[in-house]
């Protein structure tokens, strides 16, 4: 009966989708495109009207398959995406801009700048108005690769240069190039979203050209515009061009604020901490320090030299003046439960040590500041450090055991 068959068809369907499934969770490339094309054969049976959710399928089944499988060519996912294409408008844009990607990412530049032109052109209908965004992707793109060829032609110029016809001609191509990749840079960033990309390369136009309030006003937007999702990306480049404008230190330091708050792990960190600490401001110092210790909770600054370094040295300066002890206190009380095993234990003591001398000597220093002289980091450092005859390694075994009594009253 027609319904007993259509029962079957949606059976052998989705079973056929789990093998499909197994076979990429498994990387089985081959079984899965066998799969596939079961899959396909069998759609090609199906007289229902419900072709949107396994065309989909296809195309996003088919080119994961022939992205990772030993012997697919480009020539065949460039006649795949091409076939992809026509299975529907409401994903056309979607597949060229996949299309763009695959080409970038062999290198066939041209080959995608041709497409992106292309998809620029498409219209259809009230889809046109519908893919607004994926259409302001496109064209995105087009201004990214623009900026590309424009860079080609900065260096040219750059490398030759600003004498002669042929230097000329180059000047006008390379603003030319220019042209097109502003006006379409601009456009995409002003949506609120993501776009560090974008936002980077319309920066170096503007910059290249002297703009630079146009390109502060860029950034601003970028980073503190409430409408765009936070990024710390954006305070990043903000902060990396004022450095470049040789702006103030009020200025750099509230760039890196932020950062802070967002990413306090973040390796702008160490120049945060270095402005902060030569200012005169007892309020930024107290800041320095909070910024310092909450960089080195985090696994990949454990054998941070130059982070050990800064810390060492604040603390020793504190210790030394036997002023603001309470920064230290408040700092340690909240992790000296957990620090003592994952910074200052015997077996880092020996790796360090082994590794990288600089690295444990800074960290001995805080060791015994924070947990005395009987701490085992500081021991096995300063007892290594001394039986090799190094000569700072005696200074900081004294200058712990003269200080002990720093440790009693940080550790309360």
Same mark, same amino acid.
């Given at each position: 009966?027609?319904?007993? @068959?259509?029962?079957?068809?949606?059976?052998?369907?989705?079973?056929?989708?789990?093998?499909?499934?197994?076979?990429?969770?498994?990387?089985?490339w081959?079984?899965?495109?066998?799969?596939?094309?079961?899959?396909? +054969?069998?759609? +090609?049976?199906?007289?229902?009207?419900?072709? #949107?959710?396994?065309?989909?399928?296809?195309?996003?089944?088919?080119?994961?398959?022939?992205?990772?499988?030993?012997?697919?060519?480009?020539? =065949?996912f460039?006649?795949?995406?091409?076939?992809m294409?026509?299975?529907?408008?409401? /994903?056309?844009?979607?597949?060229?801009?996949?299309?763009?990607?695959?080409l970038?990412?062999?290198g066939? #530049?041209? +080959?995608?700048?041709?497409?992106?032109?292309?998809?620029?052109?498409w219209?259809?209908?009230?889809?046109?108005?519908?893919?607004?965004? =994926?259409?302001?992707?496109?064209?995105?793109?087009? %201004?990214?690769?623009?900026?590309?060829?424009?860079?080609?032609?900065?260096?040219?110029?750059l +490398?030759?240069?600003?004498?002669?016809?042929?230097?000329?001609?180059?000047?006008?191509?390379?603003?030319?190039?220019f042209?097109?990749?502003? !006006?379409?840079?601009? =456009?995409?960033?002003?949506?609120?979203?993501?776009?560090?990309?974008?936002?980077?390369?319309?920066?170096?136009?503007?910059?290249?050209?002297?703009? @630079?309030? *146009?390109?502060?006003?860029?950034?601003?937007e970028?980073?503190?515009?409430?409408?765009?999702?936070?990024?710390?990306?954006?305070?990043?480049?903000?902060?990396q061009?004022?450095? /470049?404008?040789?702006?103030? $230190?009020?200025s750099l330091?509230?760039?890196?604020? #932020?950062?802070?708050?967002?990413?306090?792990?973040?390796?702008?960190?160490?120049?945060?901490?270095t402005?902060?600490?030569?200012?005169?401001?007892?309020?930024?110092?107290?800041?320095?320090?909070?910024?310092?210790?909450?960089?080195?909770?985090?696994?990949?600054?454990?054998?941070?030299?130059?982070?050990?370094?800064?810390?060492?040295?604040?603390?020793k300066? #504190?210790?030394?003046?036997?002023?603001?002890?309470?920064?230290?206190?408040?700092?340690?009380?909240?992790?000296?439960? &957990? &620090?003592?095993?994952?910074?200052?234990?015997?077996?880092?003591a020996?790796?360090?040590?082994?590794?990288? $001398?600089?690295?444990?000597? *800074?960290?001995?220093? !805080?060791?015994?500041?924070?947990?005395?002289?009987?701490?085992?980091?500081?021991?096995?450092?300063?007892?290594?450090?001394?039986k090799?005859?190094?000569?700072?390694?005696?200074?900081?075994?004294?200058?712990?055991?003269?200080?002990?009594?720093?440790?009693?009253?940080?550790? %309360?």
């Amino acid at each position: 009966s027609s319904n007993e @068959h259509k029962l079957n068809f949606k059976k052998s369907k989705e079973t056929c989708l789990s093998y499909i499934q197994d076979a990429l969770l498994q990387k089985q490339w081959k079984r899965a495109a066998e799969f596939l094309t079961c899959y396909i +054969e069998s759609l +090609e049976k199906d007289y229902s009207r419900e072709h #949107i959710g396994p065309s989909e399928m296809i195309w996003r089944i088919g080119t994961e398959i022939l992205w990772h499988h030993s012997q697919s060519s480009i020539k =065949e996912f460039n006649c795949f995406m091409e076939q992809m294409k026509t299975l529907g408008v409401k /994903r056309y844009l979607k597949v060229c801009l996949e299309h763009v990607f695959h080409l970038l990412c062999n290198g066939q #530049i041209d +080959e995608a700048y041709q497409n992106l032109s292309l998809a620029e052109s498409w219209r259809f209908g009230e889809q046109t108005a519908i893919q607004d965004k =994926e259409m302001k992707l496109i064209q995105a793109y087009r %201004g990214l690769l623009d900026y590309c060829s424009w860079s080609k032609q900065k260096n040219i110029l750059l +490398e030759h240069g600003e004498d002669g016809f042929s230097d000329l001609a180059v000047e006008q191509e390379m603003h030319s190039y220019f042209r097109k990749a502003a !006006v379409n840079l601009k =456009e995409i960033i002003k949506i609120p979203g993501v776009w560090d990309i974008f936002v980077k390369c319309y920066v170096d136009l503007l910059e290249f050209y002297g703009d @630079h309030n *146009e390109a502060h006003q860029v950034l601003n937007e970028y980073a503190y515009n409430s409408k765009f999702p936070a990024n710390p990306n954006a305070h990043v480049y903000l902060y990396q061009f004022l450095k /470049r404008q040789g702006e103030s $230190k009020k200025s750099l330091i509230s760039a890196l604020k #932020i950062l802070h708050d967002i990413v306090p792990s973040h390796e702008l960190m160490i120049d945060f901490n270095t402005m902060l600490q030569k200012s005169k401001k007892r309020k930024k110092r107290r800041l320095g320090l909070e910024v310092i210790f909450s960089a080195l909770d985090y696994a990949g600054w454990k054998e941070n030299a130059k982070a050990w370094s800064c810390l060492a040295r604040q603390m020793k300066q #504190i210790v030394i003046s036997e002023k603001h002890l309470d920064w230290i206190k408040q700092e340690w009380n909240s992790r000296k439960d &957990w &620090w003592p095993a994952f910074h200052f234990s015997r077996y880092l003591a020996k790796r360090n040590w082994q590794e990288n $001398k600089s690295l444990s000597y *800074e960290k001995a220093l !805080v060791a015994g500041i924070l947990l005395g002289k009987d701490c085992k980091y500081f021991k096995y450092i300063s007892h290594q450090g001394c039986k090799a005859q190094l000569k700072r390694f005696r200074m900081l075994k004294k200058f712990v055991n003269r200080h002990s009594p720093v440790y009693l009253r940080i550790s %309360g």
